[in-house]
T-cell receptor, first 123, second 107 residues
C-alpha cells in the first residue's frame, strides 16, 4: 500500500524556520511529482507547493513564495519543505501528496495524502 | 488565479437521499476538476478525477459530471459513512485551487 508519512511539525516563533519531511514508501517515488497542501485549523485546503519528479521544476503559492523551498531526495524517497520567515498565518496541518498527473492525464491530482504534520507559529 | 466556488457550504440529508454538490470555476477549466472527501481528523481522499472518473475503491454511489465552468458531485443514495466535508479542486493550472468545502451531515 502506498504510504506517505510527514514529520517535523512543531511550535515555532514568528520569523523562525522549520523543515518538514515526507517519507514515501511502496511506490516508485522518483517517477512521481509531489506537492505540499496545508489546512489551517477549522479551514479549507490550500495548495502550497509542487515539485517535478527530477527536482527541475518547482511551483509555489504566492502566499509562501520567497519564504518556502520545496525539495526532494529520490535516493532517500523523501520530500521536504523548508519554511523560513514563518508567520502566524502559516499555522496549519501540512500534508504531502503524490501527484497523479502522469497516471491520470488530468492535471495535478492529489493521491494519496499523508496523515499531516502540525505547524504552529506563535509567540 | 482560478477561483473555485462550492455550494452549498453545508447540508443535512437523510440516509438514502440523493445529494448534489456544485462547484463553479471562475474560468473554463475544461474537465480538470477533482473531488476529495475529508472526514474529521483525517487527511483528504481522492473521490473523482477528471470531472467524472471514479477513483479506484470509491463507492459507486459517488459520481461526478460537468465541464468548462460548472461541475457536480452526486451521491446517489447517501449513507452514514458519507458524513464528511467535500472539496473540489481545479488541476488546470497553478496555483492549484480548492473550493471552500461542503460539509455533509447525515440526519
Amino acid at each position: 500500500e502506498v504510504h506517505l508519512v510527514e514529520s517535523g511539525g512543531d511550535l515555532v516563533q514568528p520569523g523562525g524556520s522549520l523543515r518538514l519531511s515526507c517519507a514515501a514508501s511502496e511506490f516508485t517515488f522518483s517517477y512521481y511529482e509531489m506537492n505540499w497542501v496545508r489546512q489551517a485549523p477549522g479551514k479549507g485546503l490550500e495548495w502550497v507547493s509542487y515539485i517535478g519528479s527530477t527536482d527541475d521544476t518547482t511551483r509555489y503559492a504566492d502566499s509562501v513564495k520567497g519564504r518556502f523551498t520545496i525539495s526532494r531526495d529520490n535516493a532517500k524517497n523523501s520530500l521536504y519543505l523548508q519554511m523560513d520567515s514563518l508567520r502566524v498565518e502559516d499555522t496549519a496541518v501540512y500534508y504531502c501528496a503524490r501527484d497523479r498527473k502522469r497516471d491520470f492525464g488530468s492535471g495535478s491530482t492529489f493521491d494519496p495524502w499523508g496523515q499531516g504534520t502540525l505547524v504552529t507559529v506563535s509567540s | 488565479d482560478i477561483q473555485m466556488t462550492q455550494s452549498p457550504s453545508s447540508l443535512s440529508a437523510s440516509v438514502g437521499d440523493r445529494v448534489t454538490i456544485t462547484c463553479r470555476a471562475s474560468l473554463n477549466i475544461i474537465r480538470y476538476l477533482n473531488w476529495y472527501q475529508q472526514k474529521p481528523g483525517k487527511a483528504p481522499e481522492l473521490l473523482i478525477y477528471g470531472a467524472s472518473n471514479l477513483q479506484g475503491g470509491a463507492p459507486s454511489r459517488f459520481s461526478g459530471s460537468g465541464s468548462e465552468t460548472d461541475f457536480t458531485l452526486t451521491i446517489s443514495s447517501v449513507q452514514p459513512e458519507d458524513s464528511a466535508t467535500y472539496y473540489c479542486q481545479q488541476s488546470y493550472m497553478t496555483p492549484l485551487t480548492f473550493g471552500g468545502g461542503t460539509k455533509v451531515e447525515i440526519k
